[in-house]
């Protein structure tokens, strides 16, 4: 099922564009609870498993293929059920994206969201109170929180960070037709490294009340 964009008034949205270790999931996550907005990440491949009646792993199968393999692919559902959802054998990338992102136009409408990754900026486009945030940081400081997550060397964090990073841009350019992180493709694009955390949670706050005129 398709869900149409019809947003209840007052809501609006923010989505979180970042580069690998900027935090800006972190980021993301303070701010939906400074804004007392609904946050949304990982959450999606349940919610969209739960809507679709496609099973949740096919939806992380596909997630994982994005970062290390060809756009386009099929997911192989051999066995899967209930074949009168998704009669074929076989469902597309594409149509995952799709899935996905019916949910989130279906979420963005019914409440205040936050939502991170996952071209939201893009399926959110017709939105009538919408912020896009780029979050990036600067490398070393990229390196060492990577390098802490993943207990990893340095040198493999960097390593890793240039290959998500690649296939990021991958993603939302085949998705979006739009350049990852480039200025023109959101509404405010911020260093995480310049404030910290914290305070880049307190400057974004501060753009979206000017933006929708919050009264916090």
């Given at each position: 099922?398709?869900?149409?964009l019809s947003v209840m008034k007052g809501n609006y949205v923010i989505t979180i564009g970042r580069q690998l270790g900027s935090g800006?999931r972190e980021i993301g996550h303070k701010l939906a609870a400074r804004l007392n907005m609904l946050f949304f990440d990982k959450e999606?491949?349940?919610?969209?498993?739960?809507?679709?009646?496609?099973?949740?792993?096919?939806?992380?199968?596909?997630?994982?293929?994005?970062?290390?393999?060809?756009?386009?692919?099929?997911?192989?559902?051999?066995?899967?059920?209930?074949?009168?959802?998704?009669?074929?054998?076989?469902?597309?990338?594409?149509?995952?994206?799709?899935?996905?992102?019916?949910?989130?136009?279906?979420?963005?409408?019914?409440?205040?969201?936050?939502?991170?990754?996952?071209?939201?900026?893009?399926?959110?486009?017709?939105?009538?109170?919408?912020?896009?945030?780029?979050?990036?940081?600067?490398?070393?400081?990229?390196?060492?929180?990577?390098?802490?997550?993943?207990?990893?060397?340095?040198?493999?964090?960097?390593?890793?960070?240039?290959?998500?990073?690649?296939?990021?841009?991958?993603?939302?350019?085949?998705?979006?037709?739009?350049?990852?992180?480039?200025?023109?493709?959101?509404?405010?694009?911020?260093?995480?490294?310049?404030?910290?955390?914290?305070?880049?949670?307190?400057?974004?706050?501060?753009?979206?009340?000017?933006?929708?005129?919050?009264?916090?």
């Amino acid at each position: 099922m398709v869900h149409k964009l019809s947003v209840m008034k007052g809501n609006y949205v923010i989505t979180i564009g970042r580069q690998l270790g900027s935090g800006g999931r972190e980021i993301g996550h303070k701010l939906a609870a400074r804004l007392n907005m609904l946050f949304f990440d990982k959450e999606l491949i349940r919610i969209a498993a739960q809507e679709s009646g496609i099973q949740e792993d096919i939806f992380e199968e596909a997630d994982e293929k994005r970062t290390h393999s060809l756009f386009g692919g099929l997911i192989d559902l051999r066995g899967f059920q209930p074949d009168e959802v998704y009669p074929n054998y076989y469902l597309s990338n594409e149509m995952l994206f799709k899935v996905q992102a019916d949910v989130i136009r279906r979420l963005a409408g019914e409440k205040s969201c936050l939502f991170v990754g996952r071209c939201s900026d893009y399926i959110l486009k017709d939105h009538p109170r919408c912020l896009n945030v780029f979050v990036s940081a600067d490398m070393s400081d990229r390196i060492r929180r990577v390098a802490a997550t993943h207990n990893i060397t340095e040198d493999k964090a960097e390593d890793f960070i240039q290959k998500i990073d690649k296939k990021r841009a991958e993603y939302y350019r085949y998705f979006s037709g739009k350049v990852w992180g480039a200025a023109p493709s959101y509404h405010l694009c911020v260093n995480s490294s310049a404030l910290g955390i914290d305070e880049t949670v307190s400057f974004i706050c501060g753009f979206a009340e000017k933006k929708f005129e919050l009264q916090l």
